[in-house]
């Protein structure tokens, strides 16, 4: 089975920086995803990682310990549009592949 | 706006309706999805389609009953649903299954009453 495990809420302020934790357990990984979904909208991509340690994109940054089965998303310089839920999500790999959801993180940014 | 297109946003049915939610993806991807996300859940996986094959049924109840005529069409048909089949249902698409990025649409908001 698979499971994802994530804090359900964190509150930051403008400018600051947060991170964004991600354990799992699965049957077979193939890498770890972030998206962002804003209150009523589609979740969008974020970033990817299938090797262990950090990808940078700008003020996102997505780190994996394939050892530790765990990633996190770090968020620097944040900006009030950041406020949203944040999923990490994990591929399975070949024809059955498929991607499974954590239950996903609401991150409030305050002025 | 993401390349993958679903209808209707909004849909109020009763428990005895018939209706259909459609997905239509202009990406060329070949796998497509549904998704169903509740209040304080997680995006649930419903079903995986890959080149219109379904390879993926995560038990799933019957009055849900996905139909992929083509790579870029995939739909949804309810019937006899349940108040709590209220929720919003997400349709997306990527590369293949095993793919990280994936593309959704809007969502449909369904209100079973």
């Known amino acids: 089975g698979q499971s994802l495990e994530q804090p359900s809420e964190v509150t930051a302020v403008e400018g600051a920086i947060v991170q964004i934790n991600c354990t799992y357990q699965t049957s077979g990984f193939y890498g770890l995803s972030w998206y962002q979904q804003h209150d009523g909208g589609a979740p969008t991509f974020l970033s990817y990682n299938a090797l262990d340690g950090l990808e940078e994109t700008g003020r996102f940054s997505s780190f994996l310990s394939r050892s530790d089965s765990y990633g996190y998303l770090l968020l620097q310089e944040l900006q009030m549009k950041d406020s949203a839920s944040y999923f990490c999500a994990v591929t399975r790999p070949g024809n059955t592949g498929k991607l499974i959801f954590g239950q996903g993180t609401t991150l409030q940014v305050k002025p | 706006e993401t390349g993958v297109t679903q209808t209707p946003r909004h849909l109020v049915m009763g428990m005895t309706n018939k209706k259909s939610l459609k997905c239509e993806q202009h990406l060329g991807h070949n796998a497509m999805y549904w998704y169903k996300q509740s209040a304080k859940k997680p995006l649930e996986l419903m079903f995986v389609?890959?080149?219109?094959?379904?390879?993926e049924n995560n038990s799933v109840p019957s009055r849900f009953s996905p139909e992929c005529p083509n790579s870029s069409h995939l739909f949804l048909h309810l019937h006899t649903l349940q108040p709590e089949d209220s929720a919003l249902y997400l349709c997306?698409?990527?590369?293949?299954?095993?793919?990280?990025?994936?593309?959704f649409g809007q969502g449909t908001r369904l209100t079973v009453v």
């Open positions: 389609y890959n080149f219109k094959e379904q390879t």
């Open positions: 997306a698409s990527s590369q293949d299954p095993s793919y990280p990025e994936a593309f």
